[in-house]
């Protein structure tokens, strides 16, 4: 037998990421330069290929300092005073907030002006959660390890949202051990489906292979939540940045072998994975 290789159709960009990189790309071919507010993806090589077209990259400190220009934002989508502030100084913004993402902020925004306590699920200092916390005022809880809740003091009863690509056991895990402390929880699951229903492909197809390898960005909280998918089902598998970190020795010559990425994942770069695996 000879070593193969496949790609798993269902990896690769969401459609939020898809959609963001286009308007990129078109205002790129036209004007040759556009400001991006936070990277476009939490995927460094991705990153480069669009800064060579002429993307740049900018943290909050430097939009502040911006007037009269226009300026992308990604998919994870932003506090209220980023659209207040681009009001102030003249600043277009070419909005590319995933509509899932806003979704979840009109509904946080709505628990919000009926006080409501707010606990949301994810990560600390994600682009989306900061989002999520805007529409709040900065006042909802945030959780990212279980362990957390107990240094909070929480209210009796709590609105639960989550980041959008968190892992939907883990979502309904936390559910139940607020309720175990005897706190009512009005529920909303707020996952992304493209993301959730990838947990459950991914489980399928990392059992058909002799050896996975998973392509991801370092940044990429899907990629973390997809990649522990495949390994959970599958302990051949190996986490991979780029083509270079592939390793000749993971593999023989008559290994079945999958690749499969997160929905930051470029298709040209598991593309190029396979091509490495098929040239040793």
Known sequence: MKLSVEIDENSGFCFGVVFA???AEDILDEEGHLFCLGDIVHNDEEVARLRKKGLEIIDHEVFKKLTN???????????????????????????ASCPVVLKLQHRVREA??????????????????????????????VVEHFDEL?????????????????????????????????????????????????D???????????????????KSSNGKVLYDVCKDNNPNTYFVTSKNEI???WFTEDDKVGICGATSTPQWQMDEVKDVILNF
């Open 21 to 23: 990189i286009q308007m």
């Open 69 to 95: 220009t226009k300026v992308l934002i990604r998919a994870h989508g932003e506090p209220p005073e980023t659209y207040q502030l681009a009001l102030e100084n003249n600043i277009e913004l070419v909005d």
């Open 112 to 141: 919000h002006n009926k006080n409501e306590k707010i606990l949301i699920y994810g990560k600390h200092g994600h682009a989306e959660v900061k989002g999520l916390l805007g529409q709040t005022q900065n006042e909802a809880i």
């Open 150 to 198: 107990n240094n909070i003091e929480l209210p009796e009863r709590i609105q639960l949202f989550s980041q959008t690509t968190k892992r939907t056991k883990n979502l309904y895990a936390l559910k139940e051990n607020l309720e175990s402390k005897g706190i009512q929880v009005d529920f909303n699951d707020t996952l992304c489906r493209q993301v959730s229903n990838r």
């Open 200 to 218: 459950i492909q991914l489980r399928d197809f990392a059992k058909r292979f002799d050896k996975v390898v998973f392509v991801s960005g370092l």
């Open 247 to 249: 390793k000749k020795e």
